[in-house]
């Protein structure tokens, strides 16, 4: 009985060795994968954190950095068409921060990464829906409420898949409701000012009142001189030099 106990003594402690190797082993090849992406080498990023992941299911952060490696190829070899690798990349991508959120349902890196790609993919109502669910787990970051907003342009711009006059105006609308709480957010929010202006220019084409036309587009001008002039007061802040 004995000689069972520290058998099974012995076989725990091999076990807990093994696993604790084995978790080193998964830092190991993340923070190689790390440095990878850094470097923008993304294949072989993908595949020490899929390694990782492999080696420590549990370890997050690995899938996170697996799933952004594969947007980055989808991006880097077509940033501009879709194509069958580029849409390949994507889906993996796809299953893979949705592996993330199965693990961990309020991660906000993971809901934000799905609603660029799904933008990248031009199903804007799945992008939307996803940038909705950051802004309630992020209320007070701008930049989802923002991104919202900049879909809604693109919605309505979109040439392949072309919306009813109606349909447009309740995006504009939608559009400048959120641009207007990123705006909320961070009041130097310099893309949010651009697609102020640019929504309220959509908005002016969709009405046929010529007085409201009107004030539409002179609002839309006050934004763009605002856009500018935040465009123009972040280089200055950036080209300023530090101080020791």
Known sequence: ??????????????????TGCQKLQARDNLSKGIKAFKEQK???AAELFSNA????????????YLATAYAQQAQFLDPGISTDDS???????????EKVLQKDPKNASAVAGLAGLYQG????????????????MEPTNAVPYYAIASTDWIVIRDK?????????????????QYVDKALERNPQY?????????????????????????????????WFQKALDQLKANSEKKA????P
Do not use: W
């Open 121 to 136: 993919l031009k199903n804007f109502d799945k992008s939307r829906e996803y940038y909705k669910k950051q802004t309630e």
């Open 42 to 44: 993304y294949e072989r």
């Open 160 to 176: 392949t898949h072309p919306l009813t006059d109606e349909e447009k105006a309740q995006a504009a609308e939608e559009g400048l």
């Open 1 to 18: 009985m004995t000689r069972k106990l520290i058998t099974l003594c012995g076989l725990a402690l091999l076990l807990a060795a093994a």
């Open 53 to 64: 992941s492999k080696l420590d299911p549990d370890l997050t952060n690995a899938d996170l």
């Open 240 to 243: 300023a030099p530090t101080t």
């Open 190 to 222: 310099q893309e949010a000012m651009t697609y102020k202006n640019l929504l309220l220019r959509e908005k002016a084409a969709l009405t046929k009142d010529p007085a409201q036309q009107k004030a539409l587009i002179e609002e839309a001008n006050v």
């Open 87 to 97: 849409k390949k990349f994507a889906m993996n991508a796809i299953e893979t921060f």
